[in-house]
């Protein structure tokens, strides 16, 4: 009986598509508010941690990056460093920097680093083409 439950698992687990995060619970002063997944403008890891900003606010939740970002819609989240992990509605501009590198303007006004190993997912991502993404040297 107990192989029949574990197959019957597995396989509705492999059939079924894993639905994305939509809500995060946070505790604000001894309650539990739920935030919206869509309202998170980013996440910034923080040890064991992850500080969700939302607005002018931001909450710490006991989460690493690796066990968020899978559960995260990749339509609206995608990571642009190592220790961020950005919603893709709120990219305003991306300011080259160095050594490959970019700087992430926010519809806020939050600047993020946009590390060069993310750089190229971004650009895909956001559709920017190869002759836009380096412009020609004279």
Do not use: C
Not at 119 to 129: A, D, K, P, S, Y
Request: proline share 5%; charged share 25%; hydrophobic share 40%.
């Amino acid at each position: 009986m107990r192989a029949l439950i574990a197959d019957y698992v597995a396989t509705t687990q492999q059939t079924s598509p894993r639905q994305p995060l939509d809500r995060v619970a946070v505790k604000v002063d001894g309650v539990l508010k739920i935030v919206r997944t869509a309202d998170v403008d980013w996440r910034e890891t923080d040890g064991n941690y992850i500080r969700l900003h939302v607005g002018g606010t931001s909450h710490l939740i006991r989460m690493t990056a690796a066990s968020i970002e899978p559960q995260l819609d990749p339509r609206s989240f995608i990571r642009i460093h190592r220790r961020y992990i950005v919603n893709v509605d709120r990219i305003v501009e991306v300011q080259p920097w160095f050594a490959g590198d970019a700087i992430i303007v926010l519809r806020n006004g939050a600047k993020l680093r946009l590390s060069r190993t993310y750089r190229e997912r971004l650009h895909n991502r956001i559709g920017v083409r190869a002759e836009v993404a380096e412009p020609a040297v004279p």
